[in-house]
């Protein structure tokens, strides 16, 4: 069965300095994998997402994140965070024989920049 | 282009009663799902619909039924609420390949009482 980890449920990080999210996955085969960032009583957004190829990926709003296959890690990642930056940020999984693009979801981490 | 949308914002019910939670997209989208969304747990898929005509049980189905109206619409419905059902819902889309983000509404905060 597919299934995500985010160990920390919270990040705290200075306004400038770089940022890590840490993701970790577990699924049969090939995986596809996604980042979405939700802001306080908003929906999810998409933000990036790993299919195949380059195993840094870069995504919106300056995001990337780096595929780890040997590691099954997928750590979101920013070289300088921001004030917006704040809000609760989820790593996804889908295998890739997976039926109906079922998504399997992490719990969730906070991120929190302080200027 | 409003993509994904979900009615209504919020609903109070009592315990025992029944409500119907709305989402249409307007992406020509084959696949649409109904998730729950409560804290420390992220987000639980009740059902999905991979295409027109076809719904399927997610990971927490108990209480809810769907209807897959048309391509644009898949409805929630709760029978008789319970207090456990209390949460926010989230309604999303996504195209026909696998390789597909989903597509988010703004959610539906329900509270039983």
């Given at each position: 069965a597919q299934s995500v980890a985010q160990p920390e449920d919270q990040v705290n990080v200075a306004e400038g300095n770089p940022l890590t999210v840490k993701c970790t996955y577990s699924v049969s085969g090939n995986p596809y994998l996604f980042w979405y960032v939700q802001y306080p009583n908003r929906g999810l957004q998409f933000l990036l997402k790993y299919i195949t190829g380059d195993n840094l990926v870069k995504g919106s709003y300056g995001f990337e994140a780096e595929f780890n296959k040997s590691q099954t890690s997928f750590h979101l990642k920013k070289p300088s965070a921001l004030v917006s930056d704040s809000a609760l940020y989820f790593c996804a999984v889908r295998g890739i024989?997976?039926?109906?693009n079922k998504l399997v979801f992490g719990a969730g981490t906070i991120l929190r920049v302080k200027s | 282009n409003a993509g994904v949308t979900q009615t209504p914002k919020f609903q109070v019910l009592k315990t025992g009663q029944s409500m119907t939670l709305q989402c249409a997209q307007?992406?020509?989208?084959?696949s649409m799902y109904w998730y729950r969304q409560d804290p420390g747990m992220g987000l639980r898929l009740i059902y999905y619909s991979a295409s027109e005509g076809t719904t399927d049980k997610g990971e927490v189905p108990n209480g809810y039924n769907v209807s897959r109206l048309n391509k644009r619409e898949f409805s929630l419905r709760l029978e008789s609420a319970a207090p456990s059902q209390t949460s926010v819902y989230f309604c999303a889309s996504s195209g026909r390949t696998v390789q597909g983000e989903q597509y988010f509404g703004p959610g539906t905060r329900l509270t039983v009482t």
């Open positions: 024989m997976e039926y109906g | 307007d992406m020509n989208h084959n």
